[in-house]
């Protein structure tokens, strides 16, 4: 019997073994950079504000609007506001853009887009902001472009603005 089986192999492994190991994870990592280099998907032609309404969430589970029915899973709170209108759009503005991997794609003064490109693998989602002047409140909606699950990401980062919406609003008073 080999002494080194009885008690776990000691040995060193082959320099060769060691190479491979590191070409095999290197190609892993590799492929899979290279799979995600369309992790940003196409830019969507359907968001936008119309009509009263930003776009309806597809039934996967990666999207949240603040106009789904509230039984609705991918329903959240729209942010709500009193006093200036102007000053509380500022204030979501400001608050969506300080957010990282964000990049506008579009802004009016009732209306902003913004993509979401995540740190680690790129995906993007998009962001849409949309003021109601009457009623005291701003419509979001939040969606991953590619995939099924989102695992809560889109939530998370509405909740997040939800937050700092009213910082800004806090500290601009």
């Known amino acids: ?16 073994w ?9 190609l892993v990592r590799g492929v ?9 998907g196409t830019r969507p032609t359907e968001l936008g504000w119309s009509a009263g309404k930003l776009a ?3 039934s996967s589970p990666n999207c949240v609007v603040s ?31 300080a957010l990282s991997g964000a990049s506008v794609v579009e ?25 109601v002047v009457a009623e005291r409140r701003i419509e979001v909606r939040s969606a991953s472009r590619l995939g099924y699950s989102d695992l809560g990401v889109n939530r998370a980062r509405i909740e997040t603005l939800r937050e ?4 800004e609003l806090a500290t601009r008073r």
Request: hydrophobic share 45%.
């Open 32 to 40: 899979g950079g290279v799979a995600c280099v369309g992790c940003a």
């Open 67 to 97: 106009q789904a029915d509230a039984t609705d899973s991918a329903f959240v709170e729209p942010l709500r506001f009193e006093g200036e209108p102007a000053f509380a759009w500022s204030a979501a503005v400001a608050a969506a853009r």
């Open 107 to 131: 802004q009016r003064d009732d209306y902003l887009w913004i993509e979401c490109k995540s740190r680690m693998f790129g995906f993007v989602d998009d962001l849409e902001f949309a003021l």
């Open 56 to 58: 309806d969430c597809p």
């Open 1 to 16: 019997m080999d002494s080194g089986s009885a008690r776990g192999d000691n040995r060193r492994m082959p320099r060769r």
């Open 18 to 26: 060691w190479w491979s190991v590191l070409a095999t994870g290197l």
């Open 164 to 167: 700092r919406f009213a910082n």
